[in-house]
């Protein structure tokens, strides 16, 4: 059987636009799997299950989310009240990253501007497939502005090696196209620029040594997997010359929420003067929440994440833990705005400070 043709984006529309299809991101690097959601019951089991994971790709999958719900309406005409139902079944799917509720509030606003069915139905097709290019460009943007503190770097060093620490996945799996924290690190590659990435494992799924070094390789960008806690080592040691993470949602005021452990290496990053810097197009940025560590909800998962080695059916053998040992399971932490250096959008480089962080915003609007 011939190899599938690894697919440009992880989500996009079939071309008789009944179907949309996604990576499934769970199988990755093992199997290119593409999963076909026809349903909201199974846009929201995609979302849950991280077959499909990062804001900007949820968001994007939400909003096709209520593409699907339109379609799918009873009796031929999707109602306010249908419509908002579904909405808030998506939402609910992840209550961390903002994009989420962010991109199906947007969907729905558009959709319920439209009186008639096939209106409606029209509308969230388009309004998802704007909120997947919008994604798309933020990352062509982010990549360009990052560039610069990349090549910086480079000069300082006269040529040698930029060494850049990420964790988890930030990359075109999780956001349509190249990706938030990788996505200057593709545009240094390009320009010839000598670089070297070192992945974190991303424990318990494996999101970086599974899907960051996979989109790596297909690239060719010179990188090596660490375990999650060799992090600070490495920065001991001068090994080290800039981090940079993705965010699922992060406050006016600078706090970063991202994949659990990422605040652990902002607290490496400081105490070895080593810069921290958060990607993240402006969509990310919660309007609402002031104080990130007291009042962005975490997301707490299935304990059997940390007990079972992931992708293998859970039995005796395959446990990691002892069967009795309960274990908890937070997908998320907070990173205080006094260990972020600063924050890489598609509008420019800020620091962690809420009038930059506005005045980002204000250019966006």
Same mark, same amino acid.
């Given at each position: 059987?011939?190899?599938?043709?690894?697919?440009? %984006?992880?989500?996009?529309? !079939?071309?008789?636009?009944?179907?949309?299809?996604?990576?499934?991101? %769970?199988?990755?690097?093992?199997?290119?799997?593409?999963?076909?959601?026809?349903?909201?019951?199974?846009?929201?089991?995609?979302?849950?299950?991280?077959?499909?994971?990062?804001?900007?790709?949820?968001?994007?999958?939400?909003?096709?989310?209520?593409?699907?719900?339109? #379609?799918?309406?009873?009796?031929?005409?999707?109602?306010?009240?249908?419509?908002?139902?579904?909405?808030? #079944?998506?939402?609910?799917?992840?209550?961390?990253?903002?994009?989420?509720?962010?991109?199906?509030?947007?969907?729905?606003?558009?959709?319920?501007?439209?009186?008639?069915?096939?209106?409606?139905?029209?509308?969230? %097709?388009?309004?998802?497939?704007?909120?997947?290019?919008?994604?798309?460009?933020?990352?062509?943007?982010?990549?360009?502005?990052?560039?610069?503190?990349?090549?910086?770097?480079?000069?300082?060093?006269?040529?040698?090696?930029?060494?850049?620490?990420?964790?988890?996945?930030?990359? #075109?799996?999780?956001?349509?196209?190249? +990706?938030?924290?990788?996505?200057?690190?593709?545009?240094?590659?390009?320009?010839?620029?000598?670089?070297?990435?070192?992945?974190?494992?991303?424990?318990?799924?494996?999101?970086?040594?599974?899907?960051?070094?996979?989109?790596?390789?297909?690239?060719?960008?010179?990188?090596?997997?660490?375990?999650?806690?060799? +992090?600070?080592?490495?920065?001991?040691?001068?090994?080290?010359?800039?981090?940079?993470?993705?965010?699922?949602?992060?406050?006016?005021?600078?706090?970063?929420?991202?994949?659990?452990?990422?605040?652990?290496?902002?607290?490496?990053? %400081?105490?070895?003067?080593?810069? *921290?810097?958060?990607?993240?197009?402006?969509?990310? *940025?919660?309007?609402?929440?002031?104080?990130?560590?007291?009042?962005?909800?975490?997301?707490?998962?299935?304990?059997?994440?940390? #007990?079972?080695?992931?992708?293998?059916? !859970?039995?005796?053998?395959?446990?990691?833990?002892? !069967?009795?040992?309960?274990?908890?399971?937070?997908? *998320?932490?907070?990173?205080?705005?006094?260990?972020?250096?600063? *924050?890489?959008?598609?509008?420019?480089?800020?620091?962690?400070?809420?009038?930059?962080?506005?005045?980002?915003?204000?250019?966006?609007?």
């Amino acid at each position: 059987m011939p190899e599938r043709e690894v697919p440009s %984006r992880p989500i996009w529309m !079939k071309p008789d636009e009944a179907v949309v299809q996604i990576i499934d991101q %769970r199988k990755l690097p093992g199997e290119l799997a593409v999963v076909d959601l026809e349903s909201v019951d199974e846009v929201v089991s995609a979302i849950y299950e991280l077959m499909v994971r990062g804001a900007p790709l949820i968001g994007v999958t939400g909003a096709y989310g209520l593409y699907i719900a339109a #379609r799918n309406a009873p009796e031929d005409f999707p109602s306010d009240d249908y419509l908002a139902r579904e909405a808030l #079944r998506i939402k609910a799917a992840r209550p961390t990253a903002v994009n989420l509720a962010w991109a199906v509030d947007r969907t729905l606003a558009v959709i319920l501007e439209e009186k008639t069915a096939g209106g409606r139905v029209d509308a969230a %097709r388009s309004e998802a497939a704007a909120i997947a290019e919008e994604e798309a460009e933020n990352s062509r943007n982010i990549g360009r502005h990052g560039l610069a503190l990349l090549r910086e770097i480079s000069s300082k060093k006269g040529g040698g090696p930029v060494n850049i620490l990420t964790h988890c996945n930030a990359g #075109r799996l999780a956001c349509i196209e190249l +990706g938030t924290a990788t996505a200057p690190i593709y545009a240094a590659h390009q320009k010839g620029i000598d670089i070297h990435v070192w992945v974190d494992e991303t424990r318990p799924l494996h999101q970086g040594s599974r899907l960051t070094a996979w989109e790596l390789g297909m690239e060719n960008v010179p990188h090596t997997v660490i375990v999650d806690n060799t +992090g600070g080592h490495l920065m001991q040691h001068g090994m080290v010359d800039i981090v940079i993470v993705g965010s699922d949602r992060s406050t006016l005021t600078g706090d970063v929420a991202n994949k659990i452990g990422t605040y652990l290496k902002a607290l490496a990053a %400081r105490d070895n003067d080593v810069p *921290f810097y958060v990607a993240l197009p402006s969509s990310t *940025f919660d309007r609402q929440i002031r104080d990130g560590v007291a009042d962005i909800p975490i997301e707490l998962r299935d304990p059997d994440e940390v #007990r079972y080695m992931p992708g293998v059916e !859970k039995t005796d053998g395959n446990l990691l833990v002892p !069967k009795d040992s309960p274990a908890a399971n937070y997908a *998320f932490d907070v990173t205080p705005a006094r260990l972020v250096t600063g *924050f890489i959008t598609e509008r420019g480089v800020c620091p962690a400070e809420e009038a930059a962080i506005r005045r980002i915003l204000a250019e966006k609007s």
